[in-house]
């Protein structure tokens, strides 16, 4: 049935390519004149007045014009496109844009004929610019690989760090950038910039906004011992000053409390909340990096930001998670946090109550680390 259905699909589109090809042939008597294009035009006959002035990649499109009889290669940009000797008369060509990405851009089409004259035409090819949507440890260190996620990542293609630096590059695909961060690099926004055009990024590199968890200093009522200050060489490297590790067997529903207190406890950082956070927290993330030398498979990590006071039983981020001892950013839409606490967050002028702590099902043997915790904007104003 499958191919029954497959045959009947490529009669129906030879069909129209036919009824096109037809429709145009009707005019295609040899000329001598000079080759001309007058307009490209989608393919499809009931839409021939649609005029193009640009396409996409892989879409048909049809070049109408004069004498256009003797064309032997069609370039888009510096990409060669594939010519069916067919699909050519005096007056169209129909031909499939080349899906590869050029290196070259002129914005334009070039017909070579038999006689090797040429003859060019203003066309666009319609490649995004580059969609950067995230880095996987914003806290990428001087000299370490940084991996940033999106779409339409073509070579050449240079990544910007705040301080006006670029980065080397590692690797490159569609979807996915590896670039060293240079000497130089400051928290800011990345810039990532192709031949078709540049993109900030809607987050921060090392991002030090809004943090409510820091162990530079320690505050709060928890939990001191947990600080790493100078780490040996069995402790994930700083990142940002200070961090917490919690490496230690953690049984089943045991109380552990890992950082957090009241407003006052907390000092000063317990007003970094944004009042727009609390009012609109569908526009924010709640972000921090993690670090996980031991799988974490079991047990739950408990999260209260925001608060004015202690709820025992939410935030819940739950396992798995394995960062294989690298430091990882985790970003969890911040109104997902809040609908978690059952009612509307309120704005608090003297600070918010704090906790972050490990409380549910299964032992877990845990050696995590936790550092930078943020409430920070999903879309950078311009």
């Known amino acids: 049935m499958k191919k029954v259905y497959q045959s009947i699909l490529v009669l129906v589109m030879s069909l129209g390519v036919g009824i096109f090809y037809s429709s145009c042939s009707k005019d295609s008597s040899k000329s001598s004149g000079q080759p001309s294009i007058s307009y490209v035009r989608i393919t499809n006959p009931k839409s021939a007045d649609s005029l193009l002035v640009s396409a996409g990649q892989g879409k048909m499109v049809a070049i109408v014009g004069e004498n256009l009889q003797n064309t ?65 440890n914003e806290y990428a260190l001087i000299g370490e690989v940084a991996k940033i996620r999106g779409n339409f990542f073509y070579p050449p293609i240079t990544v910007t760090f705040a301080g006006g630096v670029a980065g080397e590059l590692v690797s490159l695909k569609p979807e996915l950038i590896e670039v060293r961060v240079p000497a130089g690099a400051l928290p800011g926004q990345v810039i990532v910039k192709t031949n078709f055009g540049e993109t900030k990024s809607d987050f921060m590199f090392r991002d030090n906004r809004n943090i409510f968890i820091s162990s530079d200093p320690f505050t709060g009522w928890w939990n001191a011992s947990y600080v790493v200050t100078a780490p040996g060489t069995d402790d994930p490297a700083k ?19 890992i950082a957090g207190g009241a407003a006052d406890a907390m000092g000063p950082i317990s007003k970094n909340i944004p009042d727009e956070a609390i009012l609109k927290p569908e526009n924010y993330n709640l972000k921090f990096e993690v670090n996980t030398k031991k799988p974490y ?26 960062t294989k001892g690298a430091w990882q950013t985790i970003v969890i839409p911040f109104n997902e946090v809040t609908k978690s606490y059952g009612a509307p967050l309120s704005v608090s002028p003297t600070g918010y109550w704090t906790r972050l702590m490990m409380h549910g099902p299964g032992d877990l043997d845990a050696d995590i680390s936790f550092d930078n915790f943020r409430v920070v904007p999903k879309i950078i104003k311009k």
């Open 297 to 322: 498979t079991s047990n739950q990590i408990k999260i209260n930001v925001g608060l004015l006071k202690e709820n025992n039983d939410a935030y819940k981020w739950n396992p798995p998670i394995d």
């Open 239 to 257: 990142i940002n000053g200070n961090y917490i590790r919690v490496k230690k067997l953690v049984g089943a529903w045991a109380w552990t409390e």
């Open 72 to 136: 032997v290669e069609l370039w888009f940009n510096d990409q060669k496109a594939v010519l069916t000797p067919t699909y050519i008369t005096s007056k169209t060509i129909l031909v499939s844009v080349p899906t590869e990405v050029p290196a070259i851009i002129t914005n334009q089409l070039k017909l070579i004929f038999s006689n090797g004259d040429s003859l060019k035409h203003d066309f666009k090819l319609e490649i995004s610019e580059p969609e950067v949507s995230s880095m996987v």
